[in-house]
């Protein structure tokens, strides 16, 4: 079964019923990029990973989602208000058709119950989105947003051009990792080479001096202190970077992103070092399996927790 054995599905749907499930399963397509698309128990099913995370249908008078588990209509009951629920299916119509965020929200419910990867390598087409997430996030950053631009009013503006080196020295490795939008971005530096080549540093330095001015000094200071509390003895990997979009904040987007690749970094039996600037994180790294393995004070400004994940 394949997605020609969907399209043929959708083929024999009325016509009302069919708009809403084509746009249904363009909502899905779009959030289950890689997801294999077939029909299972008679319907069309988006499974991730050989598990079903999301299915539908259509009865006479209305059509169905499947969410492909017992516990998530009762998970998400507070969002399912004025939808027809079972344990296993939610009922939808032309004059109640499911909202693509609650979509989002089933979808991530059941990917989040059986562990599934929602994450590709980003590409040189993404940076903008790629850097722009960034920037938004770290922008109330206690480092790089208020330690870093400490008299700036519009610091995600900055920020921008601050972490287009850091993306771009990342794409060199297949270092750059994202959710399908950009709603969360991660930057992976694999063991035994420099976060940045000479051609990134130097476009760093450059917009360090144009952005700071006088500050700039310290920034090189900051940076310093970072490399110098790197490790250099054992071989891992560096997460140099992890932001989610403010829009998107308290999905748990960011921490699957971490978890995804670190699924990766798992698979090449190797630990994985991080710096954290901000304490509000490092609760969610240890959920991770990272530890506090020590600390530093940045040039005239806040502390910096560093976090290692051992080997498995």
């Not at 690749?261 to 509000?280: I, K, Y």
Request: aromatic share 10%.
């Amino acid at each position: 079964m394949t997605a020609k054995d969907v399209d043929d599905y959708l083929a024999r749907v009325p016509p009302g019923h069919r708009s809403l499930l084509v746009d249904l399963r363009t909502a899905l397509v779009t959030l289950l990029p890689d997801a294999e698309q077939c029909i299972s128990y008679s319907v069309p099913c988006f499974k991730v990973a050989g598990k079903g995370v999301a299915g539908f249908g259509f009865a006479k008078d209305h059509c169905t989602y499947f969410p492909m588990s017992g516990s998530i209509t009762t998970e998400l009951a507070g969002k399912l208000h004025g939808f027809v629920t079972s344990k296993g299916s939610i009922q939808f119509s032309v004059d109640r058709p499911l909202p693509h965020q609650l979509v989002q929200e089933l979808v991530e419910a059941r990917l989040r119950e059986i562990g599934g990867h929602r994450f590709r390598l980003a590409t040189q087409a993404d940076v903008a989105d790629v850097v722009g997430t960034l920037a938004a996030a770290f922008a109330t950053d206690p480092v790089w947003g208020v330690w870093a631009f400490p008299d700036s009013t519009d610091r995600a503006r900055l920020l921008v051009d601050y972490w287009r080196p850091f993306v771009d020295a990342g794409l060199r490795y297949d270092g750059v990792f994202m959710t399908p939008h950009a709603e969360a971005v991660s930057v992976w530096i694999p063991p035994g080479v420099p976060e940045m080549d000479d051609e990134n540093e130097a476009a760093f330095e450059a917009v360090v001096t144009r952005l700071l001015g006088d500050r700039a000094p310290l920034l090189h200071g900051a940076f310093e202190a970072f490399e110098a509390n790197r490790p250099k003895d054992v071989p891992h990997w560096y997460l140099s970077l992890l932001a989610t979009h403010p829009d998107h904040r308290g999905k748990g987007l960011g921490m699957r992103l971490v978890a995804d690749v670190l699924a990766r970094v798992d698979g090449t039996h190797l630990p994985a070092h991080l710096e954290s600037t901000n304490p509000a994180n490092e609760a969610r790294y240890e959920r991770a399996g990272f530890q506090r393995s020590g600390a530093f004070t940045i040039p005239s400004g806040p502390t910096v927790t560093t976090m290692w994940r051992p080997a498995r």
